[in-house]
Every structure is written in structure tokens, then in C-alpha cells.
């Protein structure tokens, strides 16, 4: 009897804590299970402006059901006459006055966060330049894809982030064509990206956080920018700093185009490179590009940015984008039979950057040239 | 006058509200109107929710949901719940105050013909290749790149309905400063008036800066202006601060007058004066005060800096106090009241705990760092839901269950009203309390479809489950609103039996000239203190004689209706031309679209110059009809 009321103990115990789990979402996209130290702190902000807005909810309602309860007409009988009261000083100063210290209590943190988080004095160096010692991405948001350049590397990839954990990561984000906003729920708060200016600011990833989450984040769009805004999802791959930096090495090592292994892929290739180049790199170079960058397309995770990654996939996304991505600007940019679309399928998956084949060391060496270049 | 108009042909009834410059009329034309598009949102609502309800749905593609979610905001902030707060504020404020009607009974008929029309001519959008998709915040950059007419509609379409408002506000404004009855001090007036003078105020000074907004957009899409064009030198923040600075007061001038109503309803159904009257007179003027100064915390996240983010965060704090006091006034008149639980007073209970969630929510959101994250996300969707469903319009289910008697002299079914208060308030709670986990949990707002596996399905079937409820809510009170009228059960003077403010002093239904002599205002909650001390009756502060009222006149209604001509005529005068942006040049192009414009400005200029060539001095209502009327009543009475 004993025993198998403590089994149901634990057995509700559990019931209970899977239930709290779910109740704070995915950790790969839930705000409430934060992935890092911008994340934590604006989650502790919430959880204690929550509980300072419990306490009020909670006295609020209590006095509430007290006066109604108190004050029923049915109990009281159609004869009582209610005393007309015309107020009170006292109580009014009293829930005057009590509001405004809760308030002065969560400006303090929010105020102090808000410079805090808004510091990005870090970006620059000494003479206002780019510094090179941090991880630095410039983002640019286009309907519905996302571009990421490495300044500091010189790296360009699309739709899959990829950033390194245990450090601040800082962002330039801007608008290609219409506002989209840059979020990425596990890791912090969204910054828009505008198309008048830059925007800048810094997210940090945990790696034990990314551990948990298999290293994959989901981001989104969380400015309405037309049809396909709810499918404007990317990835944020987020590495320990040497796989980070060897990513960054093979990504740069990259200088010509893949060349395809098989016969299909060689034609897809001569078909991709008459009818799509024009938009798509398959170099990891220039940022800007009218489509997102197809390097190492064989190596993401998703297609489009929200289908499974698969040459099934790729091909009914070549052949009727509009059908998946309604809005896109890919859709009637070529005529391609549909033997043709599965030839550029087989070459574009087989677009992998070769692990290890980068020199980490020339990585580092790398920026400093280039500044010096700049300076000249 | 019912019992007249019902001698009259359905034509001439017709006609009698085409030309009517009546208070009282015009209340029912507000009411109609925008319970039709109270509906006609409420069903776009339910498109959501249906497309929603499961992950990867295709019962909307997203570029019609993003028609049908902007038109559901359009449509329900500026047709539905502004024309039904005026619906209330017209058929009580004239009499609350001791008037024979509003300052400009012209003005009044006008500003309801624009509305109307201009919201006709936004929805004819669906019908005229595709509805404005940009949103209802409709920001610059996405507006400009939005292809066809779409956009059009929206910006002429709110010029011509934001005329109507502006209008109406400055009529409630005057009205308020100068048609009070002989002792109807600032601070005897009742809470509903008090609340209509300040977001009347509020109108007057937000209605501009969207005014300015939209001229600027149409002049970009239309006219080859570039004002929103980045790469001509413009900005597009410059139209999120223009809409903000109308948009977050237009939040305050939809509460404040449902403020106003819960105010009367908790008075009334507890039987006692309202708690702390000065301090709800000074907050409400406070929150009206503040509501100019938070405008920017819509816009945390988009770059202003964190300097301007902190400011705004803690003005966006403030407004929680004077808000606060408000709760806890209602609540200490509640207290030790004697309450009767009628379908408006059950609105005003529940609304207290959901506005207070949704109050709270708010002053989270004002920690800027933590709204980082809430920002366009289902977290702000269940906010601004929980405030402007659960205050909003409660407050209008209140004020129309508590008003309907002095509107039409019956009563809605009580039985009918309390099944809608639980479904509606139940389903209203099912619908929007899982959103803000949704939010929490990463899910953006304004997305036509989610994923499966991000752990949202079950949240959003949940919500629409409750959209239903709602839904079926709506139709029960469709039900009970038809039923009241076929049976036309006429009530008499003060069918609540409670009524404390001067409008309740009337016979129903309310004659033409409201008041045969203006009463005589002896204090706070005027008709109370006669029911205490002088049986009810109000003591005239004039002798009977007679007394001027304004002619019906159908030159208000031409005057909208020209504006609605030129309208589209302004619309397609664009497409095609060259110097329009390329959504717009892109269309064929309507050589008839100029004489459109013509002729549209040409009926209103016309109407115009008709009314000021032609004197219109009005009629005198004798002392003989006023006291044939009288003496009906009293026998009527017996």
C-alpha cells in the first residue's frame, strides 16, 4: 500500500516536471529556457517582473472577490441601502503610492539592462575600425532569406548561422529590401533589421546550452515582410571556438566552385552555372548577392530554410518555389525542364565544404593583412 | 417618435436617417454600422484561427491570410469598436449633460456618413483586386512594396473615416465645454462624460500625426513622392513614428470611453456613488496626458538606442499608476455596495481581473530588455487582445445590454445576455491566455502557418477552440438582439430601477427634443439625489416655452459620398502613370479615373457651398407640442 503510494508520488512528480517542461517550450526556440547570458539576463527580467505582476494580480483579485462576495444583493436583501461614500485619502495614497515603488523597483533593472545590453562599443577597435579580435557577422535580411558575412574572415554563407559559443557574438544587421526583424528566441531578444541603417548588437551562446540543444538554434523573422514572413526561418549552428574556427578555415579555403563527382552533377553543374548563377554564388565570397549563397549547400540542414534537407525536397523547390514560398523572387527567374531541375538537385547536394581542408593559422594571420591593406 | 415612424413607409424611414441630425439616430447608425463590421471582423478573426488551429494548414495562402489579418485589425479598431463608442457616446453624452442635442448636429450627421462610407470603400478592397496585406501598423517599407491597390484602399479609405472621427471628436469636445445643463459643473459630470471630453481631447491632437502619415504614403505610392523611398533619401521610421504617435493614444481613446461605461455600471448596479470620483476625474485626464508620451515603446526593438529606450520604458511604466487607481476605485464602489448581477454588470466584473492581466502585461513589456523578446511575438497578440477584448469590449457588450433600453425603449433578454457573457468571456480566456505561452515559447505573431515539432499545435487548437466559443457568443446575442426587436416589448422611464445619471431621468422612448425643460443639476449623479428627495422628478431650470432645433438635412451624407467618388477616382488616377511607385505604375491605366476625381470633389464642393449660401435657420418646437407630449406621458404613466 505504502509502495504504491510512493510510486504514484514520483510518478506525479514526473508527470508534474514534464508537464513544467513542456510549459517552457523547445530549448532550441523557447525564450524560457535561455542559451545564453543575453537570453538569461532578459529572462531574469521577466521572471522577476512576473512575479512582481503576480503579487499585484493576485492582491488585486482577492480584494475583488472580497467585494463582490461581501457585497451581493441576493445576501443583503433588496432593502439595504448602501452607504455613499464619496473616497479616501488614506486608501489613495496608499495604492498611489504602492504602484510607484513596485514601478521604481523594475526600472532599476530594466534601465540598467537596457544600457547594458545595448553596448556595443566592442565591435570597434581603438580607431574606430572593425576589431578583429571578436566574432563579428553582418546580417542582411532578405525576403525570406537570410545572408551572413564575415567581415573580420571574409566568409559568406546563407540561412545557416554559424557561431561560436562562450563568447559574444556581435551583429550588423540591415534590411535588403523591406523591414525583417533578426531573432533568435533561445539565445536574446530581436533587433530589427531596418532598411535605413544599421543596427547593431551582441548574442552569446552557452556551449553547455548548445550541447542540449544538439548545436542547432532556430531563428526567425519576426517582422511581417509579406507572404512567406512565417517561413523566414534560418539556423544558428553553434560550434565550440576550434570547430568554429576550422569551419571559418575550410569555408575560406573554399576558392572555386565545387567539382561534381558524377555525370548528372557535371551537367547539373553547366545548367546551374548558364541558368542560376546569376544569383547564387557557390563561393563563399560576395555578399549582397540578389540570392542566398549556395556553397556549402550540401552541408546545411534545412532547405529553403524550413524544408528537410533532402534531394526530393530541393527538387519540388527548383521546380515550383512559389507553390512552397509564396512572394519569393526565385519563382519564373528560369525555364528549366524537369530533367534538367534534378541534374542541378544531384550537383547541389553534392556542394560540401571538405571538413579540415582550411589552415586555422592563416585564418588569424588573415585580417590583420587586410587592415593593413585598409590602412593603406 | 417611434410610434410616428411607424406610420411611415420604409422608404421615408430610410430617408428620416439619411438626413437625420439627431443624437439619437445617429447613436443607431453608429451602432448598426459598426456592429456589421464588428461582425464582419470577427468573422476574418475566425479565418485565422481556422487557418491556425493546425500546423502546415492551407485553408489560407499567406499572402490572403496577410490580407485577411490586416483587415481584421483595420476593421476592428477604426470601423468596429471606435463607431460603437461613439454609438454610446452619442446616445448618452446629450443627455448625461442636460442637452437638446451635441454642439453641431450638422457635423454629428456628417462625421457618421463619412465613417460609414469610408469604411465601405476599405472593404470594397476585397472585391477590387486584393486587400491591403501590410498590416493594420501597415509600416512603410512593406506598404511601399506592396503590389496593386491594396495599400490604396487602406490610406484613402482611413482618410475618409479619420475625417468622420476628427470631426466627431471636436463635436464632443465643444458640446461637453458648452451645452452642460445649469449646474452641471466640470465635476458633477458622470464618469462616461468625463471619459468622452478626454478622449475626445485625445482624438483631436492623435488624428493629425496619422492624417500626416497616410497623405505621405499615398503621395509616395501614388504621386512620386519619397518620403518612405530609402533610396531617394527617405526613411521609413519616420511613418512607425507618425503611426505610433496617433496609434498608442487611439489605444487610450478606445478605453477611456469604456472606462467610462464600467463606471456607470458599477455605480448603478451596486447602488452607490462612485468611490473616489475626483481621483478617477484627474487619472483619467492623467492616462489621457501620458498616452502622448509612450508612443516609442511599440518601437523597442528597432534601434532608437538605448537612451530613448530607457525613457520610454519608464513613462510606459507610469501610466500603470494612474490605470491602478482606476481598478482600485471600482473595486472600493463595488465594496460594500449592494450589487445585482445584470448581463452589463456581469461585463464590468469580469473585466476587472482580465484588464488587470492584461494592464500587467503591459508594464512587463515596458522593461525594454525583456521586450526584446515579447515584441512581435503571440505574447503581445494576447496583450493588446487581453486589454482591448477584455476592456474594449466588454466594456461595449456592457454598455450595449445597459444602454439598449434608453437607445430603443426595450430590454435585451437577461437570460439570452448571460449565456453570451459566459461563452464569450470563457472562450475569450480559452482563446488568448495560451497565446502568451505561444509568444514565450518563440512563436512570431502575423504567421500564416507554423511548423510541425516546434511545440505549438496543441497551444493553437486550443485557441481556436475558444475563437469559437466567441463566435457562437456573437450569434447568440445576433439571436437576442432579433428577438428583442420583433417583440418590441416598450419599457418606461428608468428600466433599471438604479439609474443615477441624468439620462435615466427620461421618459422612454426619449423624445426628440430629450428634454421638454432643461433640468436643473443639484449635484453629483443628478437623478439619484431627485429620486431621494423629490420623488424622482427633475426640477426645470427654465420655464416651459418654446425652444430651437436644428433641420434634418441629406447635405452631409452627399458631402460623403462625394469625397467616397473622388476617393476611387484619386485610386485609379495613379495606375499606371510613370511617376508612381512600380506597384502601382505597373496597372493598366483608367482615363476615366480623373473625371472620377472631378466629379467627387466637385458633389462635395457643391454640397458645401450649398450649405453656406443657403441659410438653414431650423424650426422652434412650440410649448403647445411640448405640453401635449407631457400630458400623454402622465397619462400614459397612470
Known sequence: MKNRWMSAKWIGLIVFLAAFASGCGKNHLSTLRPAGEVGQEQFYLMVFSIAIMLLVVVSVIILFSFAVLKSRRSKLGEDYKPKDVAGNHVYEVIWTSIPILLIIILAVPTVYLVFKQGDVRGMENEDGGINTEETIVNVTA?????????????????????????????????????????????????????????NSFYLVFDDDSAEESNRLFYGKCAELCGPSHALMDFKVKALPEEEYDQWLADMKAVEEPAQASTDDAAEGQEIFNNSCIGCHAVTPQGAGAVGPNLANFGDRDLIAGFLEHNEENLVDWIKDPESFKPGNKMTDQYDLSDEEIDKVASYLMELKVEEGSGDVESLREKPEEDSEEGGN | MATTAKKKGFGSVIWEYMTTVDHKKIAILYLIAGGFFFVLGGIEAMLIRIQLAVPNNDFLSGGLFNEVITMHGTTMIFLAAMPLLFAFMNATVPLQIGARDVAFPFLNSLGVWLFILGGIFINLSWFLGGAPDAGWTSYASLSIDSPGHGIDFYAVGLQITGAGTLISGINFVTTIINMRAPGMTYMRMPLMTWTTL?????????????????FLLIFDRMFGSSFFLVETGGNTIIWEHLFWIFGHPEVYILILPAFGIF??????????????????????????????MVWAHHMFTVGLGPTANAI????????????GVKIFNWILTIWGGSIEFTTPMLYGLAFI?????????????????????YH???????????VIVGGVVFGLLAGLHYYWPLMFSTMLSEKLGKI?????????????????????????????????????????????????????????????????VAKNKQVGRDPWGDGRSLEWSLPLPVPYYNFAQIPLVRGMDAFWIEKEANDGKMMPAESLDDFHMPNNSILPFIMSLGLFIAGFGALYFASGKEWAISAVSDMPQHPWAL???????????????????????????????????LEEEERGAK
Do not use: C
Open chain 2, 198 to 214: 478626454v478622449a475626445s481631447v485625445l482624438i483631436v491632437f492623435a488624428f493629425p500625426p496619422l492624417t500626416i502619415g497616410l
Open chain 2, 376 to 386: 512581435d511575438s503571440y505574447f503581445i497578440v494576447a496583450h493588446f487582445h487581453y
Open chain 2, 263 to 292: 463606471s456607470e455600471v458599477f455605480s448603478t448596479f451596486s447602488r452607490k456613488r462612485l468611490f473616489g470620483y475626483s481621483a478617477m476625474v484627474f487619472s483619467t485626464v492623467l492616462i489621457g496626458f501620458f498616452g502622448f
Open chain 2, 420 to 484: 453570451t457573457f459566459v461563452l464569450f468571456v470563457a472562450g475569450f480566456h480559452i482563446t488568448f491566455l495560451i497565446q502568451h505561452f505561444l509568444g514565450l515559447w518563440g512563436m512570431p505573431r502575423r504567421v500564416f502557418t507554423y511548423l510541425d515539432g516546434q511545440g505549438y499545435n496543441t497551444a493553437n487548437m486550443i485557441s481556436t477552440i475558444g475563437a469559437v466559443m466567441m463566435a457562437i457568443a456573437v450569434v447568440v446575442l445576433v439571436i437576442n438582439i432579433i428577438i428583442t
Open chain 2, 312 to 323: 520610454f520604458a519608464l513613462a510606459t511604466m507610469a501610466i500603470a499608476v494612474p490605470t
Open chain 1, 142 to 198: 532578405n525576403q525570406y532569406w537570410w545572408e551572413f558575412e564575415y567581415p573580420n574572415e571574409e566568409v559568406v554563407t546563407s540561412q545557416e548561422l554559424v557561431v561560436p559559443t562562450d563568447r559574444r557574438v556581435y551583429f550588423n544587421l540591415k534590411g535588403g529590401d523591406v523591414k525583417h526583424s533578426f531573432w533568435v528566441p533561445a539565445a536574446g531578444g530581436k533587433l530589427d533589421t531596418n532598411v535605413d541603417g544599421i
Open chain 2, 353 to 373: 481581473p482580465t484588464f488587470v492581466m492584461g494592464g500587467v502585461t503591459g508594464v512587463m513589456q515596458g522593461a525594454a530588455p525583456a521586450d526584446y523578446q
Open chain 2, 595 to 629: 473625371w472620377l476625381l472631378i466629379i467627387g470633389l466637385a458633389i462635395t464642393a457643391g454640397a458645401m457651398i450649398t450649405r453656406s449660401l443657403k441659410d438653414d435657420l431650423g424650426y422652434y418646437v412650440t410649448k403647445e407640442e411640448v405640453l401635449r407630449d
